[in-house]
Every structure is written in structure tokens, then in C-alpha cells.
Nanobody
């Protein structure tokens, strides 16, 4: 059972990157997926999450309007499209998942990014935004 995040890299401020999170050894079909990030010297924080059917999403205020989360269950993959990147977005980005047992309304609040809820974690991919 493994999640693998990829797609990170070095980009100039204002640019875009698309991160991918692929599951190996299990299906993401019934898993809610979250993206988290950890900048140097800071605690890991939640960025965005998506429920099992993709109709409910949540974004941290810091990325709202700039990042878009989506999923393709047929490819067992979840994406995070990051646009209008800022140097403050520099961090290691992680994807994580848990068995989704919540209603769509659950994803209207920050509770959906509660890290203790997430069971499986990927290894992280570095995103560096230069000014």
C-alpha cells in the first residue's frame, strides 16, 4: 500500500505546476484524498482535499482561488493544479488518504484537513517557487 506524489519542481513566481498522487496496491475509489505541505522550519499544514466522488472539495484560505484539486478514479490518481504560485508556496507537498465515510457537507469545513484522520501518506515532492 503506497501513495506516490510527483510533479514538483522549481518554478518562477506566477507560474504553475501540477502535482499527481498515485496509489499503488490499493484503490482510491473509496478514499478521500488530501494534499498537505511543510515548509522549512514550519509545521505541516493542510492545503486541499477531495471526497470520493470529487463533488466536494476544501481549500485552505492561503491557496483558495489559485489551487484546484481533482481526481481520476479510473487512473487511481488525484491531482493538484497550482497556479499563480508564490514564494510562500515553497514546501514539500504530501498526499494522504483515508476511507471516506463522511457526507459531502463535511468538506465545507477545515475539519476535512485534520491530519489525524489520514491513514496513508506519500513520500512528498518538493515545490520551490523563486521570486
Amino acid at each position: 500500500v503506497q501513495l506516490q506524489a510527483s510533479g514538483g519542481g522549481l518554478v518562477q513566481a506566477g507560474g504553475s505546476l501540477r502535482l499527481s498522487c498515485v496509489a499503488f496496491g490499493f484503490s482510491l475509489e473509496h478514499q478521500a484524498i488530501g494534499w498537505f505541505r511543510q515548509a522549512p522550519g514550519k509545521e505541516r499544514e493542510g492545503v486541499s482535499c477531495i471526497n470520493i466522488n470529487g463533488r466536494s472539495t476544501y481549500y485552505a484560505d492561503s491557496v483558495k482561488g489559485r489551487f484546484t484539486i481533482s481526481r481520476d478514479n479510473a487512473k487511481n490518481t488525484v491531482y493538484l493544479l497550482m497556479s499563480s504560485l508564490e514564494p510562500e508556496d515553497t514546501a514539500v507537498y504530501y498526499c494522504a488518504s483515508y476511507l471516506d465515510v463522511y457526507s459531502e457537507q463535511y468538506y465545507n469545513s477545515a475539519a476535512a484537513l485534520r491530519q489525524s484522520e489520514y491513514q496513508y501518506w506519500g513520500q512528498g515532492t518538493q515545490v520551490t517557487v523563486s521570486s
